[in-house]
């Protein structure tokens, strides 16, 4: 049984401050791994992706992956009330899968 | 926003009616998906296709089926709702793009989500 696992939360933040969501995966046959932001009553929004191991950054957003470890995670530095959402981790086997595993997601509260 | 739209939004139905839902893309990718999410199951997936007339179950696909006779065009039929079906459903879309190792990975998007009440 392939799983993604994350805390669901809520995860409550001064504003300002940075936010760490964790996700864990069990299939060390995981390529690609997703960070999705749902906003109540949206849909999914792709924030961010990673393939390799180590930090990548798009503006306040970096993603961490460690395939040893089998943990991906998403920070998000001086946190605005406005990232306040469900974040979503998804993940990819590789060998060709199209079918991503989804975690059930973490709820930010970001507060003023 | 990746061109992905849902018809309808929002539908209230009876038990026992059947129900399609449409999802349309203009970004011609090949993969297309069909979602249920509901509080404490997190998405999850009904059925899929990887091409024109392509198209194979998920993890909750009973009492659902689907067709897709267009590259744009996936419907989702409830032949007979139940009000277990309640739910909100999302259409996405994906294509293969290169990753690393040489593979091709494939990022999800995803459609604005119709609302469906079963009563």
């Known amino acids: 049984q392939k799983e993604v696992e994350q805390n669901s939360g809520p995860l409550s933040v001064p504003e300002g401050a940075i936010a760490s969501l964790n996700c864990t995966y069990s299939?060390?046959?995981?390529?690609?791994f997703f960070w999705y932001r749902q906003y109540s009553g949206k849909s999914p929004e792709l924030i961010m992706f990673i393939y390799s191991n180590g930090d990548k950054e798009d503006g306040r957003f970096t993603a961490q992956l460690n395939k040893a470890s089998q943990y991906v995670s998403l920070l998000i530095r001086d946190s605005q009330p406005s990232d306040s959402a469900t974040y979503l981790c998804?993940?990819?086997?590789?060998?060709?899968?199209?079918?991503?595993?989804f975690g059930r997601g973490t709820s930010l509260i970001v507060h003023p | 926003d990746a061109g992905i739209t849902q018809s309808p939004r929002h539908k209230v139905t009876e038990t026992g009616t059947p129900v399609t839902l449409r999802c349309h893309q203009t970004?011609?990718?090949?993969?297309m998906y069909w979602y249920r999410q509901d509080p404490g199951h997190g998405l999850r997936l009904i059925h899929y296709?990887?091409?024109?007339?392509?198209?194979d179950k998920g993890e909750v696909s009973d009492g659902y089926s689907v067709s897709r006779s267009k590259t744009e065009d996936f419907l989702l039929t409830l032949e007979s709702a139940t009000s277990s079906q309640t739910s909100v459903y999302f259409c996405?879309?994906?294509?293969?793009?290169?990753?690393?190792?040489?593979?091709?990975?494939?990022?999800?998007?995803f459609g604005p989500g119709t609302r469906l009440t079963v009563t």
């Open positions: 296709s990887y091409g024109v007339k392509d198209t």
């Open positions: 970004e011609n990718h090949r993969y």
């Open positions: 998804a993940a990819l086997l590789r060998g060709g899968s199209y079918i991503p595993t």
């Open positions: 299939d060390q046959g995981s390529q690609s």
């Open positions: 996405a879309i994906s294509e293969g793009r290169k990753g690393t190792s040489g593979g091709k990975t494939y990022e999800q998007y």
